[in-house]
């Protein structure tokens, strides 16, 4: 995976098309979504079959598991975001899913479970520029760092980029044209 904390931030950005005045809401539950997928370490450290749907990057990094989160999430915030369920339940839905799809840019690890429960198949794309980071504490290690570093490269600085460019937009079109 990506370090957790590339997720989350990513998930953020995300979230941050949501119009709401709850703004501080909806970066959270993004950045939670986005981090959501990971929690199936435990049937790693439970020592799930590799090739089962139940180990790291199995059915938690699925398309389906984001559709049922992304709804569940979206039901759930509705009302406080004061946005209607079935738009924050599609977003939501994507912004889980971008976890697998991170994770599927990695060089290492297990592929992604995309299809489970329908298939156990495991997926990577034909580009993996992002470094696997060890799971756990090894992110503090020599490795870990230049993990960081390619996530930098790969992943923050181009969410960046396009939060810029997206608030730059936004200002433009409410300023008033003329003098
Ligand atoms: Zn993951």
């Known amino acids: 995976m990506p370090t957790i904390m590339t997720h989350a931030v990513v998930g953020a950005a995300l979230a941050s098309a949501v119009r709401t005045p709850r703004r501080g809401l909806v970066l959270a539950v993004g950045a939670g979504l986005a981090m959501l997928p990971d929690v199936d370490v435990v049937g790693f450290a439970l020592g799930a079959f ?8 199995g059915i938690t990094h699925s398309v389906f ?9 979206g039901l ?9 369920w ?8 994507v912004i889980t899913a971008s976890h697998g799809v991170l994770d599927a840019f990695t060089n290492g690890g297990f592929g992604i479970a995309f299809g489970a429960p329908f ?4 997926y990577f794309f ?9 799971l756990g504490l090894g992110i503090l290690s020599r490795r870990g760092v230049s993990v960081l570093a390619s996530e930098a490269r790969f992943v923050v600085l181009p969410t960046v980029v ?8 936004r200002r433009a079109m409410r300023a008033p044209l003329g003098v």
Request: proline share 5%; hydrophobic share 60%; charged share 15%.
């Open 50 to 57: 590799a090739d089962s749907i139940w180990n790291h990057r």
């Open 65 to 73: 598991a984001a559709c049922v989160i992304g709804l569940a999430a």
């Open 76 to 84: 759930a915030t509705s009302r406080p975001l004061g946005v209607a």
């Open 86 to 93: 079935w738009k924050l339940a599609a977003w939501f839905a």
């Open 119 to 122: 298939s156990a198949e495991r």
């Open 126 to 134: 034909a580009w993996t520029p992002i470094e696997v980071s060890p």
């Open 162 to 169: 396009i939060l810029i460019a997206v608030g730059v937009a």
